[in-house]
């Protein structure tokens, strides 16, 4: 963890990967480096104890090598000068300027853009970081685009002062609080729709190259909602089996509630309407509009003109 003398390592605790540590005051992970906690400790993104912060600045101080100009020196007489004027340099600091001076460097922001950056709180960065996973998670992206160097440049053009999560903390905290969250939304619109009484049950079931049966359950709410799949060996993939089991789902968001069944109208699939109406005969079968277009388009296909040109075209490919 580094030299136990340094005093910065008694206000960390472990993070959530290796070399990444949290800090006490503020919660944000920061790689295990003395002096970048130290100067993040002491910037206005950090809001530790007046005391820490002198300590902090002081060990900041005795290293200016590392530290950089004058910053340090002036931050601890602003401490100094804080406790005579009731606290007016932390109110400073919390604002992005420099302990102890207005017109000086932040602590937070180095070079030539320091005046230009507009420093971001821990709860901005926190919104930010939530967004991205989101976007992340909902369009199913790689985790790398975060680090990918064109999307860094863009949010550098967008705010140089926020660094996008890398593809460790998307599969982490990230992404499993983005999976809560899309829950309770899909949760909260299966419960209307079972209080209203109006949802629609939607499956379909193929077999892989193993001969395993695997099917899908939908739920339409009305948007279609992906619920489960569910893999069987090949003396599952019957009828009789394939009625048990959206009948079990059925039952279980209560039967009165669900008012339509959609699936294809292959020769199995028909027989499990037979079997669904005679268990709930109020429900509606209704065919799968995408399935019936595609058996449309293979008989427009046949047509001598159509079938012509289309082998004419696939011989092109070739």
């Not at 005579?84 to 400073?92: H, I, N, P, Q, V």
């Not at 998670?137 to 680090?147: D, G, K, Q, V």
């Not at 996008?164 to 829950?183: D, H, Q, T, V």
């Not at 939304?185 to 049950?201: A, K, M, N, P, W």
Request: proline residues 7%.
């Amino acid at each position: 963890m580094g030299a136990s003398k340094d005093p910065v390592w008694d206000y960390l605790s472990p993070g959530t990967r290796p070399k990444l540590f949290k800090c006490t005051f503020c919660q944000q992970e920061l790689y295990g480096n003395p002096t970048v906690i130290k100067r993040h400790m002491v910037g206005p993104k950090c809001d530790p104890p007046a005391e820490v912060r002198r300590i902090l600045l002081r060990k900041l101080s005795s290293n200016k090598r590392k530290a950089g100009a004058d910053t340090c020196d002036m931050g601890l007489a602003g401490i100094v000068a804080g406790a005579a004027t009731t606290g007016s340099t932390d109110k400073r600091a919390r604002k992005g300027t420099s302990l102890g001076s207005a017109a000086g460097p932040s602590t937070s922001t180095t070079g030539p853009l320091a005046s230009f950056v507009r420093v971001l709180s821990s709860k901005q960065v926190e919104i930010l970081d939530a967004l991205c996973a989101k976007w992340i998670y909902r369009n199913a992206l790689p985790l790398l685009t975060t680090e990918s160097p064109s999307f860094r440049a863009f949010t550098r053009a967008l705010n140089p002062a926020y660094k996008p999560p890398s593809r460790w903390s998307l599969a982490g905290p990230l992404l499993n609080k983005e999976f809560k969250n899309l829950s309770l939304l899909v949760e909260s619109f299966i419960q209307r729709c079972v209080r209203d009484g109006t949802i629609v049950v939607g499956g379909d079931g193929w077999s892989d190259r193993l001969m395993n049966s695997v099917y899908n359950m939908l739920l339409f709410v009305p948007q279609p909602l992906y619920v489960e799949t569910k893999v069987w060996g090949e003396s599952r993939h019957t009828a009789e089996n394939t009625a048990a089991f959206f009948s079990a789902r059925i039952d279980a968001l209560g039967p009165r509630n669900v008012c339509a069944f959609v699936s294809d109208t292959e020769n199995k699939m028909k027989a499990v309407w037979d079997l669904l109406q005679v268990r709930y005969p109020w429900m509606v079968m209704i065919p799968c509009a995408a399935h019936c277009l595609d058996l449309l388009f293979a008989d427009i296909c046949k047509h001598p003109c159509v079938s012509r040109p289309l082998a004419f075209c696939g011989s092109m490919k070739r």
